[in-house]
T-cell receptor, first 119, second 114 residues
Framework: GAVVSQHPSWVICKSGTSVKIECRSLDFQATTMFWYRQFPKQSLMLMATSNEGSKATYEQGVEKDKFLINHASLTLSTLTVTSAHPEDSSFYIC???????????????FGPGTRLTVL | AQSVTQLDSHVSVSEGTPVLLRCNYSSSYSPSLFWYVQHPNKGLQLLLKYTSAATLVKGINGFEAEFKKSETSFHLTKPSAHMSDAAEYFCVVSTTDSWGKFQFGAGTQVVVTP
């Protein structure tokens, strides 16, 4: 159980276009989803926290008008990179929180990631 | 506030020898701690987690980690490295005051030589 999918797994686009990445929790409902960005040979950097039915909360330094996040249902969150530029090329990873607090902790389940290359 | 420090950016071991990946954390509240592995161009896989139960945690693929509160450490070990263990490893901390957010360490690259 607790499977998270992302689509597409990789995408190449031209500079100036917009790209949408989907994150789905396949077998559980996720009130909270997270979006991360990972540059080559680096760690994951949290971009934003997405809560179903409300506006996303962005981390400091992340442009909310650049990275549009929509969490329309308990199983789907989308990240749209608007007017993409080569510096936006990165590995984007989402995770879904199952909301379980048994033992006093929440657990995140990670998607396989989306490789974005902007030409 | 929470943070996590992985003390080694790169570890090289011979196949069949022990592996030790070091992780120290800082948190204002009781932490939950995780170790994830990421193979090249792949997503994250959970190796193990500590959530205030037993301090010695056993995970998948022969890995284990020990939570030491006095040392604020959560080091990952494996008695015998396999070639397939070559990957990037991330130590992660989360606390109840962080609204479920994960704080990732910088990562440790493990190289296994024959």
């Amino acid at each position: 159980g607790a499977v998270v999918s992302q689509h597409p797994s990789w995408v190449i686009c031209k500079s100036g276009t917009s790209v949408k990445i989907e994150c789905r929790s396949l077998d559980f409902q996720a009130t909270t989803m997270f979006w991360y960005r990972q540059f080559p040979k680096q760690s994951l950097m949290l971009m934003a926290t997405s809560n179903e039915g409300s506006k996303a909360t962005y981390e400091q330094g992340v442009e909310k008008d650049k990275f549009l996040i929509n969490h329309a249902s308990l199983t789907l969150s989308t990240l749209t990179v608007t007017s993409a530029h080569p510096e936006d090329s990165s590995f984007y990873i989402c995770s879904a929180d199952n909301g379980m607090v048994a033992g006093g902790y929440n657990e995140q389940f990670f998607g396989p990631g989306t490789r974005l290359t902007v030409l | 506030a929470q943070s996590v420090t992985q003390l080694d950016s790169h570890v090289s071991v011979s196949e069949g020898t022990p592996v030790l990946l070091r992780c120290n954390y800082s948190s204002s509240y009781s932490p939950s701690l995780f170790w994830y592995v990421q193979h090249p161009n792949k997503g994250l896989q959970l190796l193990l987690k500590y959530t205030s139960a037993a301090t010695l945690v056993k995970g998948i693929n022969g890995f284990e980690a020990e939570f030491k509160k006095s040392e604020t450490s959560f080091h990952l070990t494996k008695p015998s490295a396999h070639m397939s263990d070559a990957a990037e490893y991330f130590c992660v901390v989360s606390t109840t005051d962080s609204w479920g957010k994960f704080q990732f360490g910088a990562g440790t690259q493990v190289v296994v030589t024959p």
